[in-house]
């Protein structure tokens, strides 16, 4: 008479050997295919059961058990266990979905599966996407957990193709908003946005640019106008030559000015010979009104977007003398590093003496560990106080406006 399979389910001793069988079918074998399964953890009393079922009365006289145990492993002939207890290879993926308390999931198919669906969904990208093998090798080369969102962007990007060059040009967000139905779709600092300038790129026979303002000249020149309203640099008192609009806003101001993209694209600047001081927070230019401050400023607000960029390429290639000057804290000087790097700018108020003037306790505000780049002198300064200098303190101020 075939054995109870609820009370062989509910048998606590012999669950690692139900574990074990389950794991072993959700690795894809099939019941009637396991003979043995190494069982780790079983208890004696476990063993002793099933070697009462599976040991025959010559076994027991020459000592040699069916059931193998050494250091703590044990492993069980299945097909004897099942044949003793009359049971068939059917009966076990119940017995062990009984005792484990799940579903045997056939992982090993699932994976064959998703390989399959992952196929299609690249034969499918190759299709839609003809002219771009470059970044279908590069999405595929990522993978994906979200196939869905995988679609949506290749089906985006196939209704955006057709339409390059843009012709009368389009906002970033018109365009996203139109071939994928959010106007946000595209943003440059999402994923759709990032897969978008690839795809400019390798339409255009480009190097992929990196830099903000880089990347929107490019995206210009298909005809996808990015951010040129939404972000601003604020200049104060800087002096200029040209007839322009933009010269003639500046030459008029007597306040800060905010300077777009489009100003700086469409309609650029001819800056007269001069030192400009580019600083990171816009408090340094309320201070410069205050103190009557003669000296030419402009204001980035922080990290360098596509307007700060433009501006100081515009500047450089203008030969205007460049100085920066940031918090002396990570961040600033990351960004004091980069500007002096790229556009070959004068780093001033981000030296040992700045942060010595400022003294022990510069501000309530404890200081990461600074970028390795910077020099031995001021590292030990930053060191010393322990605390971020900000571009507010009195000694910064005092040496921009000298």
Excluded at 179 to 195: I, K, N, V
Excluded at 297 to 303: K, M, R, V
Aim: charged share 25%; proline share 7%.
């Amino acid at each position: 008479m075939a054995a109870d399979l609820g009370v062989l389910a509910a048998d606590r001793d012999l669950l690692p050997l139900w574990a074990a069988v389950h794991k072993r079918l959700c690795a894809g074998r099939r019941p009637g295919t396991i003979a043995r399964v190494r069982v780790e953890g079983l208890p004696s009393r476990g063993l002793a059961v099933l070697r009462g079922w599976v040991d025959t009365t010559t076994r027991r006289r020459r000592d040699r058990s069916a059931v193998v145990s050494a250091n703590g492993v044990t492993v069980v002939p299945l097909r004897e266990v099942l044949s003793a207890l009359e049971l068939s290879a059917d009966d076990l993926q119940r017995l062990v979905e009984e005792a484990v308390g799940r579903p045997v999931v056939d992982r090993a198919a699932a994976r064959r599966a998703a390989s399959a669906q992952r196929r299609d969904l690249w034969s499918d990208a190759e299709a839609a996407l003809p002219s771009l093998p470059g970044l279908v090798g590069r999405m595929r080369a990522a993978g994906t957990d979200d196939e869905a969102a995988v679609r949506q962007l290749i089906a985006a990007l196939a209704k955006v193709v057709p339409l390059l060059p843009r012709k009368p040009p389009t906002s970033l967000a018109k365009l996203s908003h139109d071939c994928a139905g959010d106007p946000h779709y595209f943003d440059l600092d999402r994923l759709p946005g990032t897969r978008l300038v690839a795809a400019v790129a390798e339409l255009t026979g480009v190097p992929e640019p990196r830099r903000p303002d880089l990347v929107r000249a490019m995206l210009a020149q298909a005809g996808i106008l990015a951010d040129r309203l939404s972000a601003t640099v604020l200049l104060h008192q800087v002096r200029v030559r040209g007839t322009g609009p933009v010269d003639r806003r500046l030459g008029d101001a007597t306040t800060p000015v905010a300077l777009t993209l489009l100003d700086l694209t469409v309609h650029p600047p001819t800056f007269a010979p001069q030192v400009l001081t580019v600083v990171e927070n816009p408090s340094v230019l309320e201070a410069a009104m205050v103190h009557d401050s003669p000296h030419a400023f402009a204001c980035t607000s922080g990290h360098l977007g596509s307007v700060d960029h433009a501006l100081l390429r515009l500047a450089a290639e203008q030969g205007v003398r460049l100085r920066y000057a940031g918090d002396l804290d990570g961040p600033g000087l990351t960004i004091a590093n980069a500007v002096a790097q790229t556009y070959g700018a004068e780093l001033v108020a981000m030296s040992a003496d700045t942060v010595l003037q400022a003294g022990h306790e510069p501000s309530g505000v404890a200081l990461d560990e600074p970028p390795a780049w910077i020099d031995q002198r001021l590292r030990d300064a930053l060191a010393s106080s322990g605390r971020v200098v900000y571009q507010e303190h009195d000694a910064v101020l005092r040496e921009l406006f000298r």
